[in-house]
């Protein structure tokens, strides 16, 4: 079993729509989450992060944490075409420092 | 202000060569990251800087591999007798304080091993 988990999609909504990403994490001790945004062919970068179960909301951005079932989650809403890109969950555990546990991505497209 | 940078953008050398990979990170930043990230695959973990603490290089795949920070600031990546599994995309990144996550990126170095 891998330590995090993603869809690799693509997933493909179309625009207006909202957009859910989600990521299982198998490590019952991890901490912290992060979503990171990664354009094709360029660096990722950080747009969300969250550490206590429950919502934390930042513009169009939704980050959904559920410690019980292992679940973090990214909603979108009123999805863009300039949203259009890979969506990286990366996970904090309890006993790995500022290492982080990166999933292989889920890859967004946004049809106008 | 300026962001991360890293040099050289592209690296092609042949396998049993050593290669040097460098980062300059955002000044006053004391977190320093390095990752890789291959082909469609997330990132991973290689080595962590914080300060004048002894670094974290628990993600480093083998003793080919070391890194250095000189002065808090600049740091060098070194693979010796290079692999083609090296092969990748090595990304440094940098952040302020202790214990969070990589923040900015650099535009990374693309590594390819013949």
């Known amino acids: 079993q891998k330590e995090v988990e993603q869809n690799s999609g693509p997933l493909s909504v179309p625009e207006g729509a909202i957009a859910s990403l989600n990521c299982t994490y198998s490590?019952?001790?991890?901490?912290?989450f992060f979503w990171y945004r990664q354009y094709s062919g360029k660096s990722p970068e950080l747009i969300m992060f969250?550490?206590?179960?429950g919502d934390k909301e930042d513009g169009r951005f939704t980050a959904q944490l559920n410690k019980a079932s292992q679940y973090v989650s990214l909603l979108i809403r009123d999805s863009q075409p300039s949203d259009s890109a890979t969506y990286l969950c990366?996970?904090?555990?309890?006993?790995?420092?500022?290492?982080?546990?990166f999933g292989e991505g889920t890859q967004l497209t946004v049809n106008p | 202000g300026a962001g991360v940078s890293q040099s050289p953008s592209n690296k092609v050398t042949e396998k049993g060569k050593d290669v040097e990979l460098r980062c300059d990170p955002i000044s006053g930043h004391t977190a320093l990251y390095w990752y890789r990230q291959s082909l469609g695959q997330g990132l991973e973990f290689l080595i962590y800087f914080q300060g004048n603490s002894a670094p974290d290089k628990s993600g480093l795949p083998s003793d080919r591999f070391s890194a250095e920070r000189t002065g808090g600031s600049v740091s060098t990546l070194t693979i010796q007798r290079t692999q083609q599994e090296d092969s990748a995309v090595y990304l440094c990144a940098s952040s302020q304080g202790a214990g969070g996550a990589p923040k900015y990126f650099g535009p990374g170095t693309r590594l390819l091993v013949l």
């Open positions: 969250i550490y206590s179960n």
């Open positions: 990366a996970v904090q555990q309890e006993t790995s420092g500022s290492r982080l546990t």
């Open positions: 490590d019952r001790g991890s901490q912290s």
